[in-house]
Each structure stands twice: as C-alpha cells, then as structure tokens.
C-alpha cells in the first residue's frame, strides 16, 4: 500500500520543479455512463491518484508552492447524507485535509468563488489541456475574466505549461513501495494464468477461461482487471487485441491469454499461449521455442544502462533467423529485417512502459534518441509470431498459429526482476501444469 508520505512527498517533487509564482491544477477523472443511468464502475485519473490517493469523482487538486496559507488544495464534493446512501460515502472538505492531507479543502461547488482568485497573480499555469475539454473552457473563462481587470491592476497568467512532462517523467520511475504493489499484481495474475492452464480442456469456451482468469483477481483483492482480457483459441490467438472471448476452445489449437489485474491502482499484463489439450504439436512447440528465445534475449538486454530499442531489436533477429530455419521466411536474415519481412508475422512492438497505466506514462526517446533503461523503470517484454489463417504464403501445417509470452521487468541497479515469473512459460512447465 502507497503510504500519506509518499504521496506527499510526491506533491513536493512535483511542486520543487515547478517555476515560482506557479499553480498547477489536475482534475479527477469524471464518472462514465454505461448505459441510460447506469455508470461504468469509478477509476480514478492516474495522475489525480498518484498525487492524492484520493479516489473520487467531481474533485479538482490545486498545487501553489510557496503559499503560505497551504500549498495542497483540494477540491471534492460535499458531505450529503440523502446522496451517500445510495451512491457510498464521501471524504467531504473536512476529510479531505483529515484523510488525504490537503492543506486546505472546499466544496467543488465553491470553485468559482475561490479558484480565479488562487490563479491572479500567478505567472504560470501548469495544466494538462484536452484532457477534460469541459473543464478547459470553465479555465479559460476564469482567466479570461482575471484579464477583463488587467487595468484594474489584476495581474493574469502569462503562460500556460503542459503538466504532463513533469509528472508523467515523475510516474516513470517507480519507488519501492510502488515495485512491491506492482510485484503483488504480478503474483495475482500469475496465479490466474496457472488457474487457465490447470483448467483448460477442448469443448470450454474462451469466455470460461476470463471467467477463471478474472474471478482469481477479484479472490486476491483485485477488484478489476488492468484492461479488457484477451482469450483467443487456435486463429483468434492472431488477432492482436481480440476481445470477443466468445468461440469454442478446439481439440489440437493453442489458446492465447493476455491478461492481467490492477491491484492498488496498478497494473500487471501479463501473455501466456498454451494447448488447449495441454500438449504442444511439433509445429507449435517450433513456433514456441523461436518466440521463447526471443523475450529471454529481450529480457537479457533490458539492463540499466541499455537503450530502450535494444530488447526490442534482439527479439527482431531471433524471431527473424527462427522463421527462416522453419521455411517461413527465405533469404539473409540481415536482409530481411532491413525488409520488414519479419512483420508479417511479427507486427507490434517487444514492449511498453508499465505502471498505475497499462500503457503507462513516459518518454521512449529524449532529444530524438532511444533513452537509456534506469533503475526503477517497469516495462513488459512480449514478443510474439502470428500466422494468419488466411497466410497462403506459408504451409497449411503453420497456419491459425498464434503466440505471445509476456512478463513485466523491473530494471534494477545490479540487472532485472521479472515480477510475473511465477506463471510457467517453458513447454516443460506448461505441460506438466496442465497434465496434473
């Protein structure tokens, strides 16, 4: 659990690269209408939580350094007894600054009353503009009526600052108590993996599989998944971000499982493909193998120190020479990637930052370069070879096959730590998994 401490000491960073005279304002993430009146349950905005923990809609976080009269402001929705039984409860001002450590709270329906007059005088403005379009316009109508009085002596903003580079540079690298939450959500969702595998057998539908897969998050405290589970049989394994989750699981396919939960605010993503009948055919085990190799050279290179390209790179070439030894691929390997050849069967990229966000936030290049891998940075490590039904390029023998393996790596001072090992990804481990 994220510590009162390390979100405070979060907003002093924050606050400490800040220009003087500066205020930021960050807006909680409004509630989502599923469908008439109903709502998607609430998530937080992740840059709202990762400065306040507070998990609310309808509120709005104001920094202001140096202010004398506190430097943390929140503003959140009102006590309302009538409204909390039937909506749950709410911190309200006052358990704002008890509970969440705001120096000072109001109610959002003060705020435009007081927050006009927190931005006068203020001669820079840190804002991330499109992310809530209507809050946009309520900002800009603020500072447009600050400068209606400019000859009045009132003093407007000069400039508006995106506070995405700041923060999101900030979210990027992870402290301990972020890496031990993470390494929790990892072993939650491992555990669901190895729930899928000791399960599965022909006739189940991939929809049994999430059923198996997302009822172990919840048993472990993960309320939610990370992102939409992907469970997709023989050919569905092809499709990069299929859904569905819908079709029969066939005697003889592999069956591809992308999958991971979000404990605590943040996420595990982890991909693991495995024989529906928990035995691999000579042609899966192939394509397997190739794939395999690639994420442990991946994994090899993901050291601090390392551009972010390089595990990337070192997937490409040994999925590269692996088809070319199956007769997937002909020609130099050298002069196939220089082709592309390979994306045909190898389509997305080995990784992504990984954190409060599946996708999570920061920069892959710096001044135009690949930036070096640092302590303290997750990313996941997933390649993968897909060989599309359709593909009459290839043998009938190869085709439907699709296979992804992906774990979640911590970069460490003395090497890696992979926070998902704990869900089998040899043939070896597999099938004996699955045969018990």
Excluded at 136 to 144: K, P, S
Excluded at 151 to 175: C, N, Q, W, Y
Excluded at 180 to 196: E, F, L, T
Excluded at 339 to 346: E, H, I, L, S, V
């Amino acid at each position: 659990m994220i510590k009162a401490t390390e979100y405070q000491r979060r907003r002093q960073d924050l606050m400490a690269a800040m220009a003087a005279d500066s205020i930021a304002i960050i807006t909680a993430a409004p509630e989502r209408v599923r469908s008439r009146d109903t709502y998607f349950p609430y998530r937080q905005d992740s840059d709202f939580l990762y400065l306040t923990g507070f998990n609310e809609p309808e509120a709005v976080l104001v920094l202001i350094p140096g202010r004398t009269q506190g430097e943390f402001i929140l503003f959140c929705r009102d006590r309302d007894p009538d409204k909390e039984i039937w909506d749950g409860y709410r911190a309200g001002p006052q358990g704002a600054c008890e509970h969440y450590g705001a120096d000072d709270a109001f109610p959002i329906d003060d705020i435009d009353d007081i927050l006009p007059g927190l931005i006068e005088g203020r001669e820079r403005v840190y804002y991330a503009v499109g992310k809530d379009p209507n809050f946009d316009r309520q900002l800009m109508e603020w500072v447009n009526a600050i400068r209606a009085r400019a000859r009045t002596g009132v003093i407007p903003p000069a400039e508006f600052v995106d506070l995405d580079h700041l923060l999101h540079e900030m979210r990027l690298f992870k402290s301990a108590a972020e890496i031990k939450v993470m390494a929790k959500s990892g072993r939650i969702a491992a555990a669901a993996h190895r729930r899928a595998m000791g399960i599965c057998k022909p006739g189940m539908y991939e929809y049994q599989l999430q059923a198996e897969i997302e009822h172990e998050f919840a048993m472990a405290g993960a309320s939610f998944p990370a992102y939409s589970s992907i469970v997709g049989g023989g050919a569905n394994g092809c499709v990069l971000h299929y859904i569905e989750n819908r079709d029969r699981l066939n005697d003889g396919d592999l069956v591809l499982i992308d999958a991971g939960c979000e404990y605590q605010g943040y996420a595990s993503d982890i991909t693991r493909t495995f024989p529906v009948n928990g035995k691999f055919s000579g042609e899966q085990k192939a394509l397997y193998e190739i794939v395999l190799d690639a994420q442990h050279a991946a994994i090899e290179l993901t050291q601090n120190g390392r551009h972010w390209n390089e595990p990337h790179e070192a997937t490409v070439q040994v999925i590269t020479r692996g088809l070319v030894d199956l007769g997937l691929l002909s020609g130099d390997v050298d002069g196939l990637i220089e082709q592309g050849a390979y994306r045909d069967f190898y389509m997305h990229r080995a990784g992504h930052w990984l954190g409060m966000d599946v996708h999570d936030v920061g920069d892959y290049k710096v001044e135009h370069q690949w930036r070096l891998l640092e302590p303290g940075m997750v990313m996941t490590v997933e390649p993968g070879i897909y060989v599309g039904r359709d593909n009459t390029r290839v043998d009938e023998k190869w085709r439907g096959i699709g296979i992804r393996i992906e774990d979640n790596v911590v970069v460490t001072r003395k090497g890696t730590e992979i926070l998902t090992a704990d869900a089998p990804k040899s043939v070896d481990e597999i099938e004996a998994l699955m045969a018990d």
